[in-house]
């Protein structure tokens, strides 16, 4: 599903869906309120909504379809690239943060991987990420294999499912690994335990 103010964006998200094996277009809001209410009826497997929206904006979008749906997965496109913006919805459940001069390439990987259960960011985003996340100390967090593992397999788009298959694990210890390296890393998501990772020299993308 996509959800954006301006016809044109639209038109153009459209025809990239269109030319893009496996993804199929189920539906499209122009406005903050019409985008939860679509999110709801529709159940897409991914949104493409942009921040700034008339009639309550993506921000609020995002919050009312995650409130229903805590299991959503919504890829925020736009033009605006605040680190207060990006961090209000990463804060909100975002999957995924892109720039509206992203390739049509680039956003359809991006719909790939999000619905696969990764997450993504746009470079010149993940920059600002990196930038801002300053550890709180010079030292490295030491994780141990199986968690360095599980976060590399986490910034290839694997789900927790699929990472469970991968390395013969059952979902509850993944979810148990993740626990542990959220709180060693002192993050709060898989987004930006990844950006932190990737920052620290843990993993590499």
């Given at each position: 599903?996509?959800a954006?103010?301006?016809?044109?964006v639209r038109?153009?998200?459209?025809?990239t869906?269109?030319r893009?094996?496996?993804?199929?277009?189920?539906g499209?809001?122009s406005?903050g309120?019409?985008a939860?209410?679509?999110?709801?009826?529709?159940d897409p497997d991914v949104i493409?909504?942009?921040?700034r929206?008339?009639?309550?904006?993506?921000?609020?979008?995002?919050?009312?379809i995650?409130?229903?749906?805590?299991?959503?997965?919504?890829i925020v496109?736009?033009?605006?690239d605040?680190e207060?913006?990006i961090r209000?919805?990463?804060?909100?459940?975002?999957?995924?943060?892109?720039l509206?001069?992203s390739?049509?390439?680039?956003?359809?990987?991006?719909?790939r991987?999000?619905a696969?259960?990764?997450?993504t960011?746009?470079?010149q985003?993940?920059a600002k990420l990196?930038?801002s996340?300053?550890?709180r100390?010079?030292?490295?967090p030491k994780?141990?294999k199986r968690q360095?593992?599980?976060?590399r397999l986490?910034?290839?788009?694997?789900?927790?499912?699929?990472?469970g298959?991968?390395l013969n694990?059952?979902?509850a210890?993944v979810k148990?690994h993740?626990?542990?390296?959220?709180?060693?890393?002192?993050?709060s998501d898989?987004?930006?335990?990844?950006?932190v990772?990737?920052r620290l020299g843990i993993?590499e993308l």
């Open positions: 599903m996509i954006d103010d301006h016809p044109l038109e153009g998200l459209k025809a869906i269109a893009a094996r496996g993804l199929v277009l189920v499209e809001a406005n309120a019409e939860s209410k679509l999110a709801a009826s529709l493409l909504l942009d921040l929206m008339p009639e309550g904006g993506g921000i609020a979008a995002m919050r009312q995650m409130e229903r749906r805590p299991d959503a997965r919504i496109l736009t033009s605006f605040s207060e913006e209000n919805a990463l804060d909100a459940g975002a999957k995924g943060y892109l509206k001069s390739r049509s390439a680039d956003i359809v990987e991006a719909v991987v999000v696969a259960g990764g997450a960011l746009d470079p985003v993940a990196l930038v996340l300053t550890h100390n010079d030292e490295v994780l141990t360095t593992e599980i976060l986490i910034s290839e788009g694997f789900s927790n499912v699929q990472i298959e991968r694990l059952a979902e210890t148990s993740l626990t542990t390296t959220f709180k060693t890393l002192q993050v898989r987004t930006e335990a990844v950006v990772a990737v993993i």
